[in-house]
């Protein structure tokens, strides 16, 4: 079975304070792992994908496989970072691509 | 810009009620998904689909079904609504290897 999880729901920095929210994952095989973004009243939207490594809003995460972690990180708060973060994990169990949601860690950037 | 369209924003039926919820994608994907989104649960997957009238289960299919005639649609059937059907219902589509592209959501109330 592949499983995420995000043991924190909500996290709450001081703008300009660094940022990391935290994702493990259970999974047999080669995991794709991404971190997607949902701001207030708009829609669940992509951040970021391990494959890329790339840096996204100032946002990164490295997967360690031998934690088992996707956290993600960013050195320097924005408000506008303040939204729910989810972080997912893409698998083939019985062939097909499943992707499995964490329980979604909320931002809050204090000003 | 607008590449997966749901029907309706909000929603409100009575207990027993047979409801539909239509998603549409102009990407041509072949993958096409049903995720409820509630506070504190995340995203659970109910159903998905890899084709044209191919679908599978997700993890809570219970009291839904699903209908994929055309590749670009995919509706959310369900069969007798019920108070704890209430929730965000969220389309999304992916290519393989990529991330989902998600649908603004549905907000369906059941009284």
């Known amino acids: 079975a592949q499983r995420v999880t995000q043991p924190e729901k909500l996290l709450s920095v001081f703008k300009g304070a660094p940022v990391e929210l935290k994702c493990n994952y259970s999974?047999?095989?080669?995991?794709?792992l991404f971190w997607y973004v949902q701001y207030s009243r708009q829609r669940l939207q992509l951040l970021l994908r391990?494959?890329s490594r790339e840096s996204i809003k100032g946002f990164t995460a490295d997967l360690n496989k031998g934690e088992t972690s996707f956290h993600l990180k960013k050195p320097f708060a924005q408000e506008e970072d303040s939204a729910m973060y989810y972080c997912?994990?893409?698998?083939?169990?019985?062939?097909?691509?499943?992707?499995?949601f964490g329980t979604g860690t909320k931002l809050q950037v204090i000003p | 810009d607008v590449k997966v369209t749901q029907s309706s924003r909000y929603l409100v039926k009575r207990t027993g009620e047979k409801v539909f919820l239509e998603c549409v994608q102009d990407?041509?994907?072949?993958?096409m998904f049903w995720y409820r989104q509630d506070p504190g649960l995340g995203l659970r997957l109910i159903y998905f689909?890899?084709?044209?009238?191919?679908?599978e289960k997700g993890d809570i299919p219970e009291g839904y079904s699903v209908s994929r005639e055309k590749k670009e649609r995919f509706s959310l059937i369900l069969e007798s609504a019920s108070t704890n059907q209430t929730s965000m219902y969220l389309c999304?589509?992916?290519?393989?290897?990529?991330?989902?592209?998600f649908g603004s959501g549905t907000r369906l109330t059941v009284v």
């Open positions: 689909s890899y084709d044209v009238k191919m679908k």
């Open positions: 391990h494959i």
């Open positions: 990407m041509d994907h072949e993958n």
């Open positions: 999974y047999s095989g080669s995991p794709e």
């Open positions: 999304a589509s992916r290519e393989d290897s990529w991330g989902y592209t």
């Open positions: 997912a994990l893409s698998g083939r169990p019985g062939g097909y691509q499943k992707v499995t």
